[in-house]
C-alpha cells in the first residue's frame, strides 16, 4: 500500500523529494526495502498533519509541504500535479490547498464517513461537514440533490509558515463537533483554496476496499 503511494507520489514532478513520515519500524522496513525514503517520528502525535510538521523542520528550504495520506494508492498523479503549480503560481494569497470531487450517489452524499464541502465563488472552503450540504431546499430529500455536492478528498498542501501556525492551534470547536482536522483552519481564518478533479479516488479504509484496489491495478499492470 504505501509503495502505491510512494509511486505515484513520485509521479508529480512538482515534488522535490516525496518522504514517508512514519513511527512504525515496519513501514521504515518497508520503505526501505522498495528503496524509498522515510523518515522516523516521535510516536506522540495527535495527527499526521503534526508528523508531516516535525519532517518539515528538517527541510528548512522547503516553502511548500503536502501531506498525502498513504490509503490513497489510486490517486492520479496529473490531478495533484494540476493542484501544486496552481496552488504555487496562482493562488500565493491562500494558505492551503486540498481536493474536492463530485458526489455521485445519493449514498454517498447522506454517508457521515464521506465529507462533503462547499465554496465560494473563487472556489475557496465555506465549510467541511459530514452531514449531506449543500441543502437544496426546492428539492428537499429528493434524489437528485446530490448533484449539487462535492466530496472533499483528504490530500492537504500548506504553505510553510502556514503549515507551522496550524500545528500550533488548539482544537477548535467546530473540529471537536465534527472530528475534522481542516475545521481548525477555517476557524482561525486561514484560507483553503479546494481544487477540483473530475473523479474521486477509491481509497482503502477497510480489508474490502483494499481487494477492490488490488484488482484495480492488477488490469492496469496486464493492460
Known amino acids: 500500500m504505501i509503495q502505491w503511494v510512494y509511486e505515484r507520489a513520485s509521479q508529480v514532478s512538482a515534488f522535490e523529494a516525496v518522504i514517508v513520515a512514519t513511527d512504525d519500524d515496519r513501514i521504515l522496513s518497508a520503505v526501505n526495502a522498495f528503496g524509498g525514503r522515510a523518515v522516523m517520528t516521535g510516536s506522540h502525535h495527535a495527527s499526521g498533519t503534526d508528523r508531516v510538521w516535525e519532517v518539515a523542520q528538517g527541510l528548512p528550504n522547503a516553502s511548500l509541504i503536502f501531506n498525502v495520506q498513504g490509503d490513497e494508492p489510486l490517486l492520479d498523479p ?3 500535479e494540476d493542484a501544486v503549480r496552481r496552488f504555487s503560481g496562482h493562488h500565493e494569497h491562500v494558505d492551503m490547498v486540498t481536493l ?8 454517498e452524499f447522506q454517508d457521515p464517513n464521506v465529507v462533503k464541502v462547499v465554496v465560494n465563488q473563487q472556489g475557496e472552503a465555506l465549510y467541511f461537514s459530514r452531514a449531506p450540504i449543500p441543502f437544496v ?7 437528485q440533490s446530490y448533484q449539487h455536492a462535492f466530496r472533499h478528498i483528504g490530500v492537504y498542501g500548506f504553505r510553510r509558515q502556514a503549515l507551522e501556525r496550524f500545528v500550533q ?6 473540529e471537536n ?3 475534522l482536522e ?3 483552519a477555517l476557524e482561525a481564518g486561514m484560507r483553503i483554496w ?13 480489508p474490502e476496499d483494499l ?8 488490469q492496469s499492470c496486464v493492460s
Open 100 to 107: 474536492m470531487a463530485p458526489i455521485q450517489s445519493m449514498g
Open 211 to 218: 481487494v477492490v484496489v488490488q484488482d484495480l491495478l492488477s
Open 194 to 206: 479546494v481544487h477540483p478533479i473530475e473523479k474521486a479516488p477509491i481509497g482503502v479504509d477497510t
Open 137 to 143: 431546499r426546492q428539492l428537499g430529500a429528493n434524489a
Open 182 to 184: 481542516q475545521l481548525r
Open 177 to 179: 463537533l465534527e472530528k
Open 169 to 174: 492551534l488548539p482544537v477548535s470547536p467546530l
Open 78 to 80: 496529473h490531478c495533484l
